[in-house]
Nanobody
Framework: QVQLVESGGGLLQAGGSLRLSCVASGRTLSSYTMAWFRQGPGKEREFVAAITWSDGRTYYADSGKGRFTISRDNANIALYLQMNSMKSEDTTLYYC??????????????????WGPGTQVTVSS
């Protein structure tokens, strides 16, 4: 079993940068696909970025492409999301997620087995 906890959310002005972290416990993530999603009140959970842990391949939604970078640590226990040039529309709860092995449907929230409780990001304009 895997437990995930996000951190790094906060309040910032548009154009600023923020780095989110997700720490895993229970198992290392060397055979997992991991991702960041975001979801606001009354809205559908939205894919942000994903990474396949074994080979480090990354995938991005158009909303964050060129601004966001997903990465992993060498100890195989942490996931990061570097967010630059933040916009007001980036304001929402951000969640990290994980699933065993590789999923070809990495952008679908229903594919993920493990979720963190979320961290709030608020961007003022």
């Amino acid at each position: 079993q895997v437990q995930l906890v996000e951190s790094g959310g906060g309040l910032l002005q548009a154009g600023g940068s923020l780095r989110l972290s997700c720490v895993a416990s229970g198992r290392t993530l060397s055979s997992y696909t991991m991702a960041w999603f975001r979801q606001g009140p009354g809205k559908e959970r939205e894919f942000v970025a994903a990474i396949t842990w074994s080979d480090g391949r990354t995938y991005y939604a158009d909303s964050g492409k060129g601004r966001f970078t997903i990465s992993r640590d060498n100890a195989n226990i942490a996931l990061y999301l570097q967010m630059n040039s933040m916009k007001s529309e980036d304001t929402t709860l951000y969640y990290c997620a994980a699933v065993r092995l590789y999923s070809e449907h990495y952008c679908d929230a229903r594919e993920y087995s493990y979720w963190g409780p979320g961290t709030q990001v608020t961007v003022s304009s």
